[in-house]
């Protein structure tokens, strides 16, 4: 045996507990059930694991303490279920990642979901840890090369950053997400897959990922039928595996999609822990469970890696001022803005240019680079304030320089917002510049 296997069989008779706390149900109904015998060992957060009459086992998780009793909300539907059926206590959200597990398919409970073996490590961790200590943290690190000519330039992404991909359905997020996990330069990639639908993981896996994409990842998934607990558990136990990382030492590009639906599974628990809506229908602690979870990636503390991550957000009708859009991005270091109009013309990655923006500017360029993004956006923007006019004819030569100039460089430009896997960002930039010849006077060398 290995010495990994051998590590790996030491933490799970480790795990083992000799002695359990049982109690029993003493009511129940379709949402979180009461439990008799465990209010003075059980605390919140801690799992439980139920079981009926035939010997079917159902998880929970104990949501409210009182004199009453646990409440527990079960990870299934509780039906079978009866009086008196006995609950067992397991105790605290933990996990135990290893560096095997990087090119696994993983759910949030540690456990493999590809059909092979998988050894836990030999450290358990729990799911929910204050983020690095804010005067401990290092800065933002150098730019990243990503192969997408966008982010090597317009919105460049650097060592540690937390961006937001804001964007609809069906607009490509997941393909770009994709591009990242291949061509974003790290050394482990974590993606979370929170509720997605359960036909699209082998596809994203295998088609979208792809054989180079999954040698390097750790893929946790929750499919959309899966109870809200283990749907939030999803985004937890992703960030806890990229963290494992990052304390050894590694660059770690953690995805996450999408954040919403993390918001979603954490409404319907803190609902049926009795929890009151108020903010469009989501309770007050859905703010600090999103900007905790925000906090926990990003650069490490000396002798640590870092976080690199990209949190996706579902936008219905692009409404950037929706509860979960709004909170998110007060707290990244940029965000992306991804357009259903843009796809519809053809063009990928749908990216809006002029309603995204990289914190990490101008740190992360040089001066003459600077000059080449600012005079980008400001074409952009000028042929998007005209582009009705231009598109009905009603626009005519000269009668603005700065909208001609746009009109000379826009079929370049954004033939050019569409380029992926150039060399480097030195090379990126020479083919902006070169989109931009034709309106600028002096050409930036």
Not at 265 to 291: K, N
């Amino acid at each position: 045996m290995t010495v990994i296997g051998f590590e790996a069989l030491l933490a799970e008779i480790a795990s083992i507990k000799v002695v359990r706390r049982v109690g029993h149900v003493v009511d129940l109904g379709r949402g979180a059930l009461r439990v008799d015998g465990l209010t003075r060992v059980a605390a919140l957060g801690d799992r439980v694991e139920i079981e009926s009459a035939d010997g079917h086992r159902i998880g929970g998780e104990v949501l409210r303490l009182g004199q009453d009793g646990v409440s527990v909300l079960p990870d299934e539907s509780p039906e079978g279920l009866s009086i008196g059926d006995k609950v067992t206590l397991i105790g605290k959200s933990e996990i135990a990642p290893d560096a095997s597990w990087i090119g696994r398919i993983v759910d949030p409970f540690g456990r493999p979901l590809d059909g092979r073996p998988l050894f836990p490590g030999p450290k358990l961790r729990p799911l929910r840890v204050a983020a690095p200590a804010a005067a401990a943290r290092r800065r933002l690190g150098e730019r990243l090369e990503t192969g997408v000519a966008v982010f090597n330039t317009l919105l460049p992404i650097v060592r540690g950053q937390r961006v937001g991909l804001f964007a609809g359905s069906g607009v490509g997020k997941s393909s770009l997400l994709a591009k990242f996990a291949r061509g974003v330069d790290a050394d482990v990639v974590v993606i979370a897959l929170i509720g997605e639908r359960g036909r699209e993981l082998r596809e994203f896996v295998e088609r979208v990922l792809g054989p180079d994409g999954m040698a390097r990842s750790v893929v946790v998934t929750a499919t959309s039928d899966q109870s809200p607990l283990t749907r939030r558990r999803c985004a937890w136990a992703a960030m806890t595996v990229a963290e494992h990382f990052r304390d050894a030492g590694a660059h770690v590009l953690f995805l996450a999609d999408s954040i919403t639906r993390f918001a979603e599974a954490h409404r319907e628990i803190a609902l049926a822990g009795g929890e009151d809506a108020s903010l469009r229908g989501f309770p007050p602690s859905t703010s600090h469970m999103i900007m905790s979870l925000a906090e926990r990636a990003g650069p490490g503390p000396q002798g640590a890696g870092d976080i690199t991550a990209v949190f996706t957000v579902l936008v219905a009708g692009s409404d950037m001022e929706e509860p979960i859009a709004d909170i998110l991005r007060g707290v990244l270091d940029g965000h992306v803005v991804m357009e259903r109009s843009i796809a519809e013309r053809g063009r990928y990655p749908a990216i809006d240019i002029l309603k995204s923006v990289s914190r990490s500017l101008p740190e992360a360029a040089t001066p003459e680079e600077n000059a080449l993004i600012g005079e980008a956006r400001r074409l952009l923007g000028a042929y998007d304030r005209a582009e009705m006019m231009i598109q009905a004819g009603l626009y005519a030569t000269g009668s603005d320089p700065l909208v001609d100039a746009a009109i000379r460089v826009w079929p370049a430009l954004d033939a050019f917002l569409a380029e992926e896997e150039l060399e480097d960002s030195a090379a990126s930039f020479r083919r902006l510049e070169a989109c931009l010849l034709p309106a600028i006077r002096q050409p930036i060398r």
